[in-house]
């Protein structure tokens, strides 16, 4: 009972500092938290009473360096569970969270640091969330969640940890210049690796013509995104290796 007691109070001085800002003002922060948890929080937060099926159990995280009302951190809670394996029903004024089928969920999978699902949001400064939402859909994995937040001019991500931190990388460098140009460039006798690699190589020799900007690869229609100036866009769809 007194553990009990010293885990609940530890949870409260972590959660009130960090998550409350006002009434009206959240920031979600949350690292390997128990759903029940999370969900308590959130039910405070949004003002919404939520009933979890016995069957929902896990950790999740959620970065956000963003302040949200409340009407975003339940949005923002509907998609982490979606993407989680878990669905929402209204009934009533109540909110019931289920599995998204009836199988319980293998508990190696939610304990795997690599695989569990991550939530970020993630503020632009320098471009709109609109503008670049397009061109980094096509490189999240197939049962994450995109979308944008644009009151607070952000990016909702909900993914595989090793994708989110390789798109938050990616977004810092799409993000860095607005007067950059973003072009998908579907390749046809090049593969989008390769031709990366090419395009890397000019800018590690300082080629005045292709030096400044930003190319990843995205296999499955083998394209590169490309940020950068028009003069650069140009010289690289005009050029025969990228053809």
Same mark, same amino acid.
């Given at each position: 009972?007194?553990?009990?007691?010293?885990?609940?109070?530890?949870?409260?001085?972590?959660?009130?500092?960090?998550?409350?800002?006002?009434?009206?003002?959240?920031? %979600?922060?949350?690292?390997?938290? @128990?759903?029940?948890?999370?969900?308590?929080?959130?039910?405070?937060?949004?003002?919404?009473? &939520?009933?979890? @099926? #016995?069957?929902?159990?896990?950790? &999740?995280?959620?970065?956000?360096?963003?302040?949200?009302?409340? @009407?975003?951190?339940?949005?923002?809670?509907?998609?982490?569970?979606?993407?989680?394996?878990?669905?929402?029903?209204?009934?009533n004024g109540v909110v019931r969270i289920v599995p998204e089928n009836e199988a319980t969920r293998d508990d190696n999978d939610v304990n795997q640091e690599s695989g569990n699902? %991550?939530?970020?949001?993630? #503020?632009?400064?320098?471009?709109? !969330?609109?503008?670049?939402?397009?061109?980094?859909?096509?490189?999240?994995?197939?049962?994450?969640?995109?979308?944008? $937040?644009?009151?607070?001019?952000?990016? %909702?991500?909900? @993914?595989?940890?090793?994708?989110?931190?390789?798109?938050?990388?990616?977004?810092?460098?799409?993000?860095?210049?607005?007067? !950059?140009?973003?072009? $998908? $460039?579907?390749?046809?006798?090049?593969? !989008?690796?390769?031709?990366?690699?090419?395009?890397?190589?000019?800018?590690?020799?300082?080629?005045?013509?292709?030096?400044?900007?930003?190319?990843?690869?995205?296999?499955?229609?083998?394209?590169?995104? %490309?940020?950068?100036?028009?003069?650069?866009?140009?010289?690289?769809?005009?050029? #025969?290796?990228?053809?």
């Amino acid at each position: 009972m007194k553990r009990s007691f010293k885990s609940f109070f530890y949870v409260f001085l972590l959660i009130m500092p960090s998550h409350v800002l006002s009434q009206d003002a959240f920031v %979600l922060n949350y690292e390997d938290a @128990d759903i029940k948890k999370v969900s308590q929080d959130i039910a405070r937060f949004s003002k919404k009473t &939520i009933i979890l @099926d #016995p069957r929902v159990k896990g950790k &999740i995280t959620i970065y956000s360096n963003a302040s949200l009302n409340s @009407d975003q951190v339940w949005d923002v809670y509907l998609r982490t569970i979606q993407v989680n394996g878990f669905s929402s029903i209204a009934e009533n004024g109540v909110v019931r969270i289920v599995p998204e089928n009836e199988a319980t969920r293998d508990d190696n999978d939610v304990n795997q640091e690599s695989g569990n699902y %991550l939530t970020a949001i993630i #503020p632009l400064i320098n471009r709109s !969330a609109a503008e670049i939402l397009p061109m980094i859909k096509p490189i999240t994995g197939r049962q994450s969640h995109l979308s944008s $937040i644009p009151s607070i001019n952000s990016v %909702l991500l909900v @993914d595989r940890l090793s994708n989110v931190n390789r798109i938050k990388g990616l977004l810092a460098e799409l993000d860095k210049d607005n007067s !950059a140009k973003i072009t $998908i $460039i579907k390749l046809n006798n090049l593969s !989008a690796i390769e031709a990366v690699r090419i395009l890397e190589k000019l800018k590690a020799q300082n080629n005045p013509t292709i030096s400044n900007f930003v190319a990843i690869p995205f296999s499955p229609s083998n394209s590169i995104i %490309l940020s950068a100036n028009s003069t650069i866009t140009s010289n690289v769809e005009k050029n #025969p290796y990228f053809a």
